[in-house]
């Protein structure tokens, strides 16, 4: 599947998509909304900051239900090798995940909804609208695969430090439905909760470096991503029954 974003839009895809307006965020007609605190969201740049911290206004209330695929990712490795190694070296290895996470997710109309220190959350069809969403996530953890598989064979090769070798990043990928809205009274920035969030984080916690761990709904959602992948059978925590996952190794 080839990447679908337009990484230069000239007005928010979000408020178009969910309201239908033109709201700038980039030219010269967007200089008036920044003047007025609307500028691009670092969720995506191509939302604004109405989609990110207005979502009552967005679609006329605090929350709704929506089918959304939720991605996250996380360095494996990385908990052992911060007790091993220099600060510096580890706070650029962070700084690069995170990067190369937000290009792939981006490239794909997801957004980066959270990031946690190491690892992240992403959300696909929402606020931007995708058919695909299944298939554009799944793309998006190929993309993460591969970029940072580069990306830290090249810090390899700076610092000469074998411990990096190690790194590998895993991605857990789910779809379903979602309550979606703002949850908190001293935030006003929209997220996602509910189980299909908490299952894709338990398969994420569940995959090996280099692994992307797609849950079967995902799966049957995007069933021309499949090839290849095998079938392993798991019992995330928190779950009382075996769950069944399809199993993706991005090659470098």
Excluded at 60 to 76: G, Y
Excluded at 115 to 122: P, R, T
Excluded at 158 to 183: K, M, N, S, Y
Aim: proline letters at 5%; hydrophobic letters at 45%.
């Amino acid at each position: 599947m080839e990447p679908t974003a337009n990484s230069h839009a000239l007005i928010c895809r979000g408020c178009w998509d969910q309201m239908h307006m033109p709201i700038p965020i980039r030219g010269p007609l967007s200089i008036p909304f920044r003047v007025c605190g609307i500028a691009r969201s670092k969720m995506n740049p191509n939302i604004c900051t109405i989609c990110e911290r207005s979502f009552q206004y967005v679609k006329k209330q605090r929350r709704i239900t929506a089918t959304a695929t939720i991605l996250f990712a996380d360095i494996r490795g990385y908990t052992r090798l911060s007790e091993r190694i220099d600060p510096v070296i580890l706070s650029e290895i962070v700084s690069i995940f995170q990067d190369q996470c937000a290009q792939a997710i981006w490239a794909h109309d997801g957004i980066v909804n959270k990031q946690m220190g190491d690892g992240l959350m992403a959300i696909f069809n929402f606020p931007i609208k995708i058919v695909r969403h299944a298939d554009a996530a799944i793309s998006a953890a190929m993309d993460i695969q591969r970029r940072c598989a580069r990306a830290l064979n090249n810090l390899t090769s700076r610092f000469d430090e074998p411990l990096i070798e190690a790194l590998g990043v895993g991605v857990g990928v789910h779809t379903g439905q979602v309550e979606i809205g703002e949850f908190s009274t001293f935030r006003s920035d929209f997220t996602a909760i509910g189980g299909t969030v908490n299952l894709a984080a338990r398969l994420e916690s569940l995959a090996a470096a280099k692994e992307i761990l797609v849950s079967q709904e995902a799966a049957a959602a995007a069933p021309d991503m499949m090839s290849g992948a095998d079938l392993r059978m798991l019992t995330p925590k928190g779950i009382d029954h075996a769950v069944p996952a399809h199993v993706l190794i991005t090659r470098d």
